[in-house]
């Protein structure tokens, strides 16, 4: 929290640049996205730019594109929490979170594995709870996916209260004294193995827009992690998310609103959105640009030219074309909405995508991106980001070098840590032991 | 025997595993946070001395930190040493357990292994609340599978799987990318992993065969086998008894070494240091054992006594080396590293 006496703050994590989409992986600059040597640079620099945590996302099956592996992003990636554990041993304030699937794992072994990376790093282990939950992905599972929807947050808020139930069981004096959790979701008894970590409770993330994850994250969140990255969009949603935590006895300062953002720097603007579409055309490859044409109309168009007109029949409503990537809602109005762009400015397949997929939030000069950032947490459109660079591992690099500075000039941003603590950098309350 | 056979040393780490250790908590909470430096030194001893590997026990019975997280924590502050936490089957993931090995096999730069070890108790089994745990020649049974799924999924990334072929698009070549579609008796795994297959192909396989339930699953997967014996003829006769097991899984009898575990005092060690190099010495030129591992009493103490006089005295026979040759695990135990199991067969994904 501020001190309530200079401009708000602006909180900034790193987003390891793994698997996805925006991953410019052909660019000769980009590296491993699995040797532990890219891990360790980008947290490096995150640390050097004073950043409060670096961050890294989850995937449990590959994603499968017609019956066939995905074959055009970059995929493989280790396993989060061992990473993490690991980046401890070489930097010294960073907070270091991961994202862990709350639907595949059990409150037991999870729990002792955040508490256990809160204990190795001196207090820094965050835990992004996801839910997401299909059969596909839980064809890797002794469980299975069986989740419904409908449950998914169900489960997610008991395995988090559980979860803290754990955490709760040493008191801070270092004594161990029996747990006992019986709901609807799970039913565990007996002792937990780690003494109560330096955070008392490692911070908890939730990513997800939908209004079940936002009243998850209001309930039970410290940080949440959205995709809103216009003023307008993330306003309305600061607001509504802020609004929500008087409900459950929690002040706004309690729940941090981080969008993932992209960013290009240039010398000039100019410069700089000259990049960005550089960038975008890379990302949008011929290839990649049929495979999202056929993630909206869920039908094999690979005979369609990625530099010709879109196609004039209906998407499948009903289709299991891709698998492992969160659906679209309503196909047929993407489509519709596609078509009229198209026709409206005479755009080829490929000039679509990349005209309705960009998610490229801050382009320009480092003045002008330090001056949008800073924009944002002003006038309450957010708390801070998660940056996503879309260069692994270096892509980090210019941000920390040179718009850093120009934010820690404006008075928004730290210019040494004050505490040892992802918490502290974070300015959220110690949680209240509940013996 | 003329032929000199290569003697490989490696001890545990987890304090409170050896007798006079248990009264002390090894976790009050002043303390816990100085877990991570603890064990950087101790393993730096352990560097420093040459040894193979070290364990790091654990259970969800016992306090203590989770033992892989341990060692992953002391990965990028040691070079060579490798690095084999007790890894639970029981109640876990298959498929977790499998990409967590792996990435430890990534962040130590080839020096992973694993310690497959169950959960017997009910206790443990309330931690959890799934299910009961099954019997314990049932739950060796599942642990069997476990390392079997893993080495699939190990595999289901063939080494050169990664093409980033910027002409064609693709980043990865899909035919090297394969489901495993494992069906065990009590999980079934799709695959591949999410994890590009580890630097040594497969981290090392350590299996502790003191217990007989242990002995066919050790046989059948692992790389070490741990074996408690009182005295050279019957460590020599379990040695054998795992090897002509192994032989019967199909599996090349060269490629498992059986090293003594010892519980060390060496305080209270009869001759101390000395004594243990003599008997180290005589039960591995013998041929009983191919190395021994050190349980030390009291880490902090024992270890150090261990490195600095036992494996010396062994150094001057010439019996161990006095630096590291490879850098991999597997390289250390003179293991080969195996090539993927799907990459002969052309198997489609
Ligand atoms: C910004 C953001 C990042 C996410 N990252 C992951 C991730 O790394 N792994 C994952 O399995 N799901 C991830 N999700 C998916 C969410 O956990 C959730 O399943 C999905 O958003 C649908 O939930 P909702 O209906 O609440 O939006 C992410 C979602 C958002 C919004």
Do not use: C
């Not at chain 1, 002792?112 to 890797?140: C, I, K, P, Y």
């Not at chain 1, 869920?298 to 879109?310: A, H, I, T, V």
């Not at chain 2, 990965?75 to 430890?104: D, I, N, Y």
């Not at chain 2, 349980?295 to 630096?323: H, I, K, Q, Y």
């Amino acid at each position: 929290m501020s001190t309530g006496t200079g401009p708000k703050q602006v909180h900034l994590a790193a987003h390891f640049p793994g698997v996805n989409s925006t991953t410019v992986w052909a660019d000769p600059r980009s590296g491993s996205q699995i040797d532990f040597s890219s891990f360790e640079h980008l947290a490096r620099t995150a640390e050097r730019g004073l950043f409060d945590f670096f961050f890294l996302a989850e995937g449990l099956r590959l994603r499968e594109h017609n019956g066939r592996i995905h074959d055009l992003d970059v995929v493989g990636r280790p396993e989060s929490i061992t990473v993490l554990n690991a980046l401890a041993a070489v930097t010294d304030r960073l907070g270091l979170a991961g994202t862990v699937n709350a639907t595949f794992n059990e409150p037991y072994e999870l729990a002792r594995r955040l508490a256990s990376l809160d204990h190795l790093s001196g207090g820094r282990a965050a835990w992004n709870v996801v839910t997401s939950s299909d059969a596909f992905t839980g064809e890797n599972f002794r469980r299975g996916g069986y989740l419904d929807r409908a449950d998914r947050y169900t489960r997610a808020a008991e395995f988090l209260a559980t979860a803290r139930e754990l955490w709760d069981s040493w008191t801070p004096e270092g004594r161990q004294r029996p747990f006992a959790h019986h709901g609807p979701q799970f039913g565990i008894e007996g002792e937990f193995t780690v003494p109560r970590s330096p955070q008392g409770h490692p911070v908890v993330i939730q990513a997800g827009d939908s209004a079940e994850g936002r009243e998850f994250a209001a309930s039970a969140a410290d940080v949440i992690f959205t995709r809103h990255s216009t003023l307008e969009a993330g306003r309305e949603f600061y607001a509504d998310v802020k609004g929500r935590l008087a409900r459950y006895g929690r002040e706004p300062g309690d729940l941090k609103i981080m969008p993932g953002v992209t960013y290009v720097l240039g010398d000039t603007d100019a410069e700089a959105q000259e990049l960005a579409a550089e960038i975008r055309r890379q990302q949008v490859s011929p290839q990649n640009a049929i495979l999202a044409l056929e993630q909206v109309w869920g039908r094999d168009l690979s005979g369609y030219d990625p530099d010709g007109p879109l196609p004039d029949i209906d998407p499948d409503p009903e289709s299991t074309l891709v698998q492992g990537r969160v659906r679209i809602a309503d196909p047929v109005a993407v489509a519709r909405k596609w078509r009229a762009l198209s026709e409206a400015k005479g755009l080829s397949i490929r000039q679509t995508v990349i005209e309705t997929s960009g998610r490229q939030s801050f382009v320009g000069s480092p003045g002008t991106v330090a001056a949008a950032l800073a924009e944002f947490v002003a006038t309450d459109a957010a708390d801070g980001f998660i940056l996503v660079p879309h260069l692994t591992p270096g892509g980090l690099d210019g941000f920390v070098d040179r718009v850093v500075p120009l934010l820690q000039e404006r008075g928004v941003f730290r210019t040494e840590y004050s505490g040892t603590t992802l918490r502290s950098h974070l300015g959220l309350p110690e949680p209240v032991w509940k013996g | 025997m003329p032929r000199t056979r290569t003697l490989h040393l490696a001890a545990e780490l987890a304090p409170g595993t050896g007798p006079s250790a248990s009264a002390a908590d090894p976790l009050a909470a002043s303390s816990a946070g100085t877990a991570a430096a603890r064990t950087v030194a101790l393993a730096r001893l352990a560097e420093a001395a040459g040894l193979d590997f070290l364990t790091h026990d654990d259970s969800f019975a016992r306090p203590g930190l989770d033992a892989l997280a341990v060692l992953a924590r002391v990965a990028p502050e040691t070079r060579s040493v490798g690095l084999v936490p007790t890894v639970t089957t029981t109640h876990t993931e298959p498929f977790h357990v499998q990409a967590a090995v792996a990435t430890l096999d990534w962040v130590s730069r080839g020096r992973a292994g694993w310690r497959i070890a169950v959960s017997p108790s009910g206790a443990e089994a309330r931690l959890f609340g799934r299910r009961p745990a099954p019997p314990t020649a049932a739950l060796w049974q599942e642990a069997g599978e476990v390392a079997e799924v893993s080495r699939k999924l190990w595999d289901s990334w063939e080494d050169d799987a990664e093409i980033r072929d910027v002409a064609t698009g693709r980043f990865v070549d899909r035919r090297k990318l394969h489901h495993v579609n494992f069906q065990g008796a009590t999980f079934s795994v799709k695959g591949p992993s999410i994890v590009p297959r580890p630097p040594q192909g497969h981290p090392v396989t350590v299996v502790d065969a003191t217990r007989p339930a242990a002995r066919d699953t050790a046989a059948h997967h692992a790389d070490v086998a741990l074996i408690r014996a009182s005295s050279a003829e019957e460590a020599a006769a379990l040695r054998a008894e795992l090897l002509q097991g192994a032989r019967a899984h199909g599996r090349d009898p060269g490629q498992l070494r059986v090293l003594l575990s010892a519980t060390v005092d060496l305080d209270a060690y009869e001759g101390g240091p000395g004594a243990l190099a003599e008997l180290i010495a005589g039960w591995h030129g013998g041929g009983a054992i191919d190395g021994f591992h050190l349980v030390p009493a009291v880490p902090e103490r024992d270890l150090d006594r261990f490195a600095s006089d036992t494996v010396t005295r062994l150094r001057d026979r010439g019996l161990f080396r006095t630096a590291y040759e490879g850098g991999t695990l597997r390289d250390h135990l003179g293991l080969t590293r195996p090539v993927s199991q799907y990459a002969t067969t052309g198997a489609h994904a």
